[in-house]
């Protein structure tokens, strides 16, 4: 018995409304994976930036526990232990230096700081460093794929990258050198001697320091009395420990 046209109508309706039916439960399933997917992007992206990190050794007025671990590692891979300086530079303090270093700039500059160290952190999810686990979080890695990340950015063709390299030895530089041990071991470090008020010390704050420091008065106005200085005296009393 042959199917008439009303028969095959029927079946190609039932066709039809299947096809019609089963789009929007490819539509929700397509939904769910997508919401999914995203949840576990940001969740992953949350914990790469802010998580994970331990908690430092001293409290800090700015930085945070990921930027002091960041400064450690990159100090460690920048001034290794038992160079011709006897200070490694995981040992140099440098999260101490960033902190009031930070404090003493403007909001603006020091969100571009802040940003800095950030990239150089979370940088080597698109610039790898070499080895297993290179995408990790730069504090993350090995001393060796530390050291090749920084070579890596000193090298780069890419202009801004050589930049934001220069920018960041800067900073790891000025607090390695800094540090009582690495100026006296320079014999840089700063003499005790006393020294006369002039009306300059009324207008300009201590180098880092803020404007509203300044503590002195007309009144404590006051010559030196001519005395050499002696090039092997004592050192300044904030020189002669391993303290700031």
């Known amino acids: 018995m042959v199917a008439g046209p009303a028969v095959f109508g029927r079946r190609a309706g039932l066709r039809q409304d299947h096809r019609f039916e089963s789009r929007p439960e490819r539509l929700c399933y397509g939904r769910v ?42 100090g460690e891979a920048t001034f290794p232990a038992g160079g011709a300086i006897p200070l490694s530079g995981r040992d140099a303090d440098l999260p101490g230096y960033a902190d009031g270093f930070l404090e003493s700039l403007p909001r603006h500059l020091r969100l571009q700081v802040r940003a800095m160290l950030m990239l150089f952190e979370q940088a080597t999810i698109f610039f790898p460093a070499p080895g297993r686990g290179g995408r990790r979080r730069f504090s993350s890695l090995s001393e060796e794929q530390r050291v090749a990340v920084l070579d890596g950015w000193s090298r780069s063709r890419l202009f801004l990258r050589r930049l934001a390299f220069t920018a960041l030895r800067a900073v790891l530089t000025m607090g390695y050198l800094g540090h009582p041990i690495a100026m006296r071991h320079l014999r840089l470090a700063p003499l005790d001697f006393p020294s006369p008020i002039v009306e300059a010390d009324l207008l300009y704050p201590a180098i880092g320091a803020r404007k509203d420091s300044i503590n002195w008065t007309e ?7 001519g005395t050499p200085l002696d090039p092997n005296g004592p050192i300044h009393p904030s020189f002669r420990g391993d303290e700031r």
């Open 219 to 225: 009144a404590d106005l006051c010559e030196s009395d």
């Open 33 to 74: 994976v997508f919401w999914i997917l995203l949840a576990t992007f940001l969740a992953y992206t949350i914990w790469r930036i802010f998580l994970g990190y331990p908690q430092p050794r001293r409290a800090y007025r700015i930085v945070a526990p990921r930027e002091v671990a960041f400064l450690e590692a990159a």
